[in-house]
């Protein structure tokens, strides 16, 4: 069954950036591929719900982006590699969260994350101003 880890994660000042990565392993449930599977960001800062950041489709050319990051993050993914990436530029403290990646088998972007199976442990990330 397939594994999600995501890494790159740190501590950061306000205006840096940061590039965190997915990493997809063991990807053969029920026989699809990861490149079948749509990729999302989440974050959840302490005391507060999971929240969408971003999605991206099979191929990577199509996203969607909360308007919080809207301008200022980047996903972005390598079928090849088994990768998805989240370029992360002007940081700001409300930024400041662990932050998940998630597959789901699906065609279309979905922003909810009570939608998606599959999660990966986390990475935090912390933006001090």
């Known amino acids: 069954q397939g594994q999600l880890e995501e890494s790159g994660g740190g501590l950061v000042q306000a205006g840096d950036s940061l590039k965190l990565s997915c990493r997809a392993s063991g990807w053969s449930f029920s026989g699809q591929a990861f490149s079948t599977y749509i990729v999302g960001w989440f974050r959840q800062a302490g005391g507060k719900d999971r929240e969408f950041v971003a999605v991206?489709?099979?191929?990577?050319?199509?996203?969607e982006y909360a308007d919080s990051v809207k301008g200022r993050f980047t996903i972005s993914r390598d079928n090849t590699k088994n990768m998805v990436y989240l370029q992360m530029n002007s940081l700001n403290s409300e930024d400041t969260a662990t932050y998940f990646c998630?597959?789901?088998?699906?065609?279309?972007?979905?922003?909810?994350?009570?939608?998606?199976?599959?999660w990966g442990q986390g990475t935090q990330v912390t933006v001090s101003s």
């Open positions: 991206t489709s099979w191929l990577g050319d199509n996203s």
């Open positions: 998630a597959a789901r088998a699906d065609v279309n972007l979905v922003t909810n994350p009570s939608e998606f199976k599959y």
